[in-house]
């Protein structure tokens, strides 16, 4: 039997209702900021990736989903979503309108990643992108935007990490006593992070091994060795969070995975979990644009895993509204019947009433079973009797009362029911 591949899912009807919540609520919040929505390809050519989010990273390494079109491109499934927003910004001439330019999406994303509960292969961001600004009141607005929609859906028991990581100016000479810290422990280091110490030391702080983990505790702090740009801009964007109220903890050795950001970084874990559980994650990137052969252009944003939010929404018990807009089944014994019972169905359908037929060649007792089974709050039942008065039985299937209405009255009366 097939199955869908390692690291995706299929989206059930049953899912769709937590799916809508958060697309709506995400949807909702952006416009609330003045973002506009922002649609890119699900590949774009592989040296955007390379490029923008970094040779040294596990994504562009191990991750990425790469492959030569049938005219010879190199092209790679998007692993990300913040490269080809940059990409577009310059494409579409977006310098030349007001400056920042607000944009939202909704995407899929692929990364060759190790399955396990929250992390997929194939997942979906809802991120936002701020282009052309570098103040630091936009790091606490997108801040604030990441934490309200966390709010927004109900999810409770969050932390906000906040951290500044230097940009180019700054970030060598960090680098520079971040090695001379982990030097003499490299014997201690993980393989992996033995190479990260050579090629981007950044990178160790990020490493999830234990013993790892447990060396960075002592490790250097970013925000020790912030050029004077950078610290005023981290002092700013930490009066600016006072200001709104939200309530972050400054995480003096978060980084990131991506090599594009400078200076702020951002992420929102759920309590009591791993550092691999970010709901959502984002700072600010003003070198990408550049890198990606645009001129100087600032830039933040964040992304938010739709899967991950879906599974601290159900493991908090939000409760959510299911997806069942079908209020009426139509049931029918007969031929006649028949025929009558599918233009009365179109006819609640065209009357604005989600309305079903009953599957062929059932008993009225299977029939109404039918309808319970799907939760359906009424049943319309076409019998010889009904046929004969041009009339129709409306059956409220919670408490089993029924009327009998004329035909042409029947989608007026059902809208009343259902308004009531
Ligand atoms: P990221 O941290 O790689 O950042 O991903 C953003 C969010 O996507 C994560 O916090 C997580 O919720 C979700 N996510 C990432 N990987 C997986 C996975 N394998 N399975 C399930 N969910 C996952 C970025 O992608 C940046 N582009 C964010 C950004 C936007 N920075 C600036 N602007």
């Not at 400056?99 to 909704?106: A, D, G, K, S, W």
């Not at 990178?203 to 610290?231: F, G, M, N, W």
């Not at 599974?311 to 959510?320: A, D, H, T």
């Not at 919670?398 to 308004?419: C, D, S, T, Y």
Request: with cysteine.
């Amino acid at each position: 039997m097939y199955r869908a591949p390692r690291g995706t899912s299929d989206i059930l009807p049953e899912e769709q209702g937590y799916w809508h919540y958060i697309e709506a609520s995400a949807r909702a919040m952006a416009q609330r900021f003045g973002y506009g929505q922002m649609n890119t390809p699900i590949f774009e050519q592989s040296s955007l990736f390379i490029r923008g989010v970094g040779q040294g990273t596990d994504i562009v390494e191990k991750e990425m989903y790469s492959f030569d079109d049938r005219g010879g491109d190199p092209l790679t499934l998007r692993p990300e979503g913040t490269a080809p927003i940059c990409r577009a910004y310059l494409e579409h001439g977006m310098r030349n309108l007001p400056q920042p330019v607000r944009l939202y999406y909704f995407a899929p994303a692929f990364r060759y990643e190790r399955p396990q509960a929250g992390r997929f292969r194939q997942h979906h961001q809802f991120g936002v992108e701020a282009l052309g600004d570098g103040d630091p009141s936009v790091d606490a607005e997108m801040i604030e935007m990441a934490w309200q929609l966390m709010k927004g859906l109900g999810l409770k028991d969050l932390t906000l990490l906040v951290n500044s990581i230097g940009d180019a100016q700054c970030r060598p000479d960090y680098l520079k006593h971040l090695k001379d810290y982990y030097t003499p422990l490299t014997t201690q280091l993980c393989q992996d992070c033995k190479e990260r110490l050579e090629r981007n030391p950044l990178r160790l702080l990020d490493c999830k091994q234990p013993t790892c983990i447990a060396l960075k505790q002592d490790a250097p702090q970013t925000v020790d060795h912030l050029c004077s740009e950078c610290h005023d801009h981290w002092q700013k964007l930490l009066s600016y969070l006072q200001t709104l109220d939200v309530p972050f903890q400054v995480e003096p050795r978060l980084v990131r995975g991506l090599d594009y950001y400078t200076r702020t970084v951002f992420e929102i874990h759920p309590a009591k979990e791993g550092a691999q559980s970010a709901l959502c994650a984002g700072g600010r990137y003003d070198g990408l644009i550049q890198e990606l052969e645009g001129p100087p252009t600032p830039g933040i944003g964040f992304a938010a895993g739709m899967e991950r939010m879906v599974l601290n929404l159900k493991r908090q018990g939000v409760p959510v509204q299911g997806e069942n807009l079908v209020k009426a089944v139509v049931a029918y014994l007969g031929d006649d019947a028949k025929q009558t019972a599918i233009s009365l169905a179109s006819n609640l359908r065209n009357g604005g009433v989600g309305a079903i037929l009953t599957p062929a060649g059932r008993s009225l007792r299977s029939q109404m079973r039918y309808a319970n089974s799907l939760g359906i709050p009424y049943a319309l039942i076409l019998g010889e009797d009904e046929m004969k008065n041009e009339s129709v039985i409306i059956r409220d299937m919670a408490h089993g009362e029924q009327q009998e209405v004329p035909m042409q009255k029947a989608v007026e009366e059902l809208v009343r029911l259902i308004a009531s």
